[in-house]
T-cell receptor, first 115, second 116 residues
Framework: AQKITQTQPGMFVQEKEAVTLDCTYD???????LFWYKQPSSGEMIFLIY??????QNATEGRYSLNFQKARKSANLVISASQLGDSAMYFC????????????FGGGTRLMVKP | NAGVTQTPKFRVLKTGQSMTLLCAQD?????MYWYRQDPGMGLRLIHY???????AKGEVPDGYNVSRLKKQNFLLGLESAAPSQTSVYFC???????????????FGPGTRLTVT
């Protein structure tokens, strides 16, 4: 079974609107972390936001927030007030209870912001 | 600070040739990683290291070897390149895991490798 599933290969959003990118995960660990990275067309991987399994509040970083629903094993990324520069690939990743801080990545969602 | 750097940025190899990719970080991170990213896919872990002189296999280690002789460097070797190893290779580093802290991984710019 896939550990990280991103079911939206591609999405469009109108500039200035909010968009939600879906991520579901599968783990039997009690302690784990969920990350979102952005990969623009230039190719670099940019860290956006983190949610720990024991965090009671949903994580927020500027225009990014993470809608964490532990019982449903979902960690959706919400981008508010989309900008043209938000057009990129977005990857959800999970760190399970392992010794090396290793990440497992989902297949990604390509977000395209329309002017 | 340069962060995480990778050398080279691009490389074309013929089947059977060998090469080494160099990753360097100046953040004093304990952990380092090598990933590959195939077109339209997420990153998959090849090998990683939790400290100088230690390495371990990730999800897709076959056909690759690694070494970490110095804390700041992590080398990825392909002894006999195959077309299936055509990919973009990313190096990353992070602080040692602390259960109270989210230590994200910092990524290099990537190396685009084509094997013909």
């Amino acid at each position: 079974a896939q550990k990280i599933t991103q079911t939206q290969p591609g999405m469009f959003v109108q500039e200035k609107e909010a968009v939600t990118l879906d991520c579901t995960y599968d783990t039997s660990d009690q302690s784990y972390g969920l990350f979102w990275y952005k990969q623009p067309s230039s190719g670099e991987m940019i860290f956006l936001i983190y949610q720990g399994s024991y965090d009671e509040q949903n994580a927020t970083e500027g225009r990014y927030s993470l809608n964490f629903q532990k019982a449903r094993k979902s960690a959706n990324l919400v981008i508010s007030a989309s900008q043209l520069g938000d057009s990129a690939m977005y990857f959800c990743a999970m760190r399970e209870n392992n010794a090396g801080n290793m990440l497992t990545f989902g297949g990604g969602t390509r977000l395209m912001v329309k002017p | 600070n340069a962060g995480v750097t990778q050398t080279p940025k691009f490389r074309v190899l013929k089947t059977g040739q060998s090469m080494t990719l160099l990753c360097a970080q100046d953040m004093n991170h304990e952990y380092m990683y090598w990933y590959r990213q195939d077109p339209g896919m997420g990153l998959r872990l090849i090998h990683y290291s939790v400290g100088e002189g230690t390495t371990a296999k990730g999800e897709v280690p076959d056909g690759y070897n690694v070494s970490r002789l110095k804390k700041q460097n992590f080398l990825l070797g392909l002894e006999s390149a195959a077309p299936s190893q055509t990919s973009v290779y990313f190096c990353a580093s992070s602080y040692a895991l602390d259960r109270l802290t989210a230590y994200e991984q910092y990524f290099g710019p990537g190396t685009r490798l084509t094997v013909t």
